[in-house]
C-alpha cells in the first residue's frame, strides 16, 4: 500500500495496552476537532469528534480529550488492537461568521501495535 | 449504501499537462471537498462545493479548480502540471457543511 508520510513520528504500543496519540492545534479560534485513522493505500476514516463546549467524549474504545487552554488534543485508544495499526490525523476547524470554515490537518502519527 | 467514490485511482502525467479528477459523493450528501495529500505537506484542504457553489478555498494557485454538478459529483482540475503536484488527492463528502465528512479513496497523481 501507499505510505501517507515517511518521516511521521511514530507510536509502538503492545496489542492490549491503551495508546494515547497528541497533537497540537494552532487556531485557538478552532471550535471543532476529529481525528481521523488512515490505512495504508486508503482515505482517512472519521473516528472521533468533539466540539469546544466539550473536554471528553467518548466512543467505543476510543476517548477523545480537549485541552483549549494549551491547544492540545489527544485520542485514547483502549486496548488496542493489531487492527489499529494505521497513521492517525487530528484536525481542527474554525467556523466563521461568515458561515465559511476550513478544516487544517495535522501532520499524523503512525501507530503500531507489536504482537 | 455505497461510499464515496473517486476516478480514476491512479493517473501518472507529464509536466505541462492538465488533468481532471472525479469524484462521488456518498448519495443525498451535498458537500463535497478536495484534500491534497503528500508525505512533506501532509493533508491540505483545496476546496469545498456545496450546492454547485464554492464555499471555501484553500491557499493554492489558480491552477487548481474544480466545480459541482447538480447531482452533486464534483470534479477537480489541475492545468499546467508541476512536479509538485504529484500527490494522492482526496475528496470527501458530507450531507451538509460543517458536518461528519466521509473519505474516498483517493487519486494517486503522479506527474513525470
Known amino acids: 500500500g501507499e505510505s501517507v508520510g515517511l518521516h511521521l513520528p511514530t507510536l509502538s504500543v503492545q496489542e492490549g495496552d491503551n495508546s494515547i496519540i497528541n497533537c497540537a492545534y494552532s487556531?485557538?479560534?478552532?471550535?471543532?476537532f476529529i481525528w481521523y485513522k488512515q490505512e495504508s493505500g486508503k482515505g482517512p476514516q472519521f473516528i472521533i469528534d468533539?466540539?469546544?463546549?466539550?473536554d471528553k467524549r467518548q466512543g467505543q474504545r476510543v476517548t477523545v480529550l480537549l485541552n483549549k487552554t494549551v491547544k492540545h488534543l489527544s485520542l485514547q485508544i483502549a486496548a488496542t488492537q493489531p487492527g489499529d495499526s494505521a497513521v492517525y490525523f487530528c484536525?481542527?476547524?474554525?467556523?466563521?461568521?461568515?458561515?465559511?470554515?476550513?478544516?487544517?490537518f495535522g501532520t499524523g502519527t503512525r501507530l503500531k501495535v507489536l504482537a | 449504501k455505497a461510499g464515496v467514490t473517486q476516478t480514476p485511482r491512479y493517473l501518472i502525467k507529464t509536466r505541462g499537462q492538465q488533468v481532471t479528477l472525479s469524484c462521488s459523493p456518498i448519495?443525498?450528501?451535498?458537500?463535497v471537498s478536495w484534500y491534497q495529500q503528500t508525505p512533506g505537506q501532509g493533508l491540505q484542504f483545496l476546496f469545498e462545493?456545496?450546492?454547485?457553489?464554492?464555499?471555501n478555498k484553500g491557499n493554492f494557485p489558480g491552477r487548481f479548480s474544480g466545480r459541482q454538478f447538480s447531482n452533486s459529483r464534483s470534479e477537480m482540475n489541475v492545468s499546467t502540471l508541476e512536479l509538485g503536484d504529484s500527490a494522492l488527492y482526496l475528496c470527501?463528502?458530507?450531507?451538509?457543511?460543517?458536518?461528519?465528512?466521509?473519505f474516498g479513496p483517493g487519486t494517486r497523481l503522479t506527474v513525470l
Open positions: 448519495s443525498g450528501h451535498r458537500s
Open positions: 470527501a463528502s458530507s450531507l451538509v457543511p460543517y458536518n461528519e465528512q466521509f
Open positions: 487556531n485557538s479560534a478552532s471550535d471543532y
Open positions: 462545493y456545496f450546492s454547485e457553489t464554492q464555499r
Open positions: 484536525a481542527e476547524n474554525e467556523s466563521r461568521a461568515s458561515g465559511t470554515y476550513k478544516y487544517i
Open positions: 468533539i466540539r469546544s463546549n466539550m
